[in-house]
C-alpha cells in the first residue's frame, strides 16, 4: 500500500497498481518500484513487516472490518518470502520478541460487539 495526501494506492497479484478511483488499475510511471517493501534479508523483511503493520493500523480506514482481512492478506505475501509460520497475527521466528509490545498512545476503546468481553 501506498499512502498519498489524496489516494490510497495498493498492489496485488492480479492489478499492478490500482486506487479507490481505479480500483481496476493503471499503469505504473517509470519510477515505480516494484513491491519496494521486499527486502533482500530475512531480518529486515521482518522489521519492514512491523513498519507496514505499524503504518497501516495508524490509518482510519472508512470500513474498519477490512483492517484484518488486509493485513491477512499482506502477511501472506511476507510469509512466502521469509519462508516463516504466520500464527495469530505473528511469525514464529519472531514470536518471543512480538510478545513484548506495548500500545503507544492512550488507549480507544472498541465500538465493535464482536470483541470478547472478559468477567471479572
Known amino acids: 500500500m501506498h499512502f498519498s495526501q489524496d489516494h490510497i494506492f495498493w498492489e496485488c497479484v492480479e492489478v499492478p497498481l490500482a486506487c479507490e478511483s481505479f480500483p481496476t488499475g493503471i499503469d505504473p510511471p517509470s519510477n515505480h518500484p516494484d513491491f519496494h517493501w521486499k527486502a533482500s534479508k530475512r531480518e529486515e523483511q521482518y522489521v519492514k513487516w512491523l513498519i507496514i503493520l505499524r503504518n497501516y493500523t495508524k490509518r482510519c480506514l472508512s470500513r474498519p472490518k477490512d483492517r484484518l482481512p488486509a493485513i491477512s492478506g499482506i502477511a501472506m505475501r511476507v510469509q512466502t ?40
Open 81 to 120: 518470502i521469509v519462508e516463516d509460520d504466520y500464527i495469530a497475527g505473528m511469525f514464529k521466528m519472531c514470536l518471543p520478541w512480538n510478545l513484548l509490545w506495548h500500545r503507544k498512545g492512550p488507549a480507544h476503546p472498541s465500538k465493535s460487539t464482536n470483541t470478547p468481553r472478559f468477567s471479572t
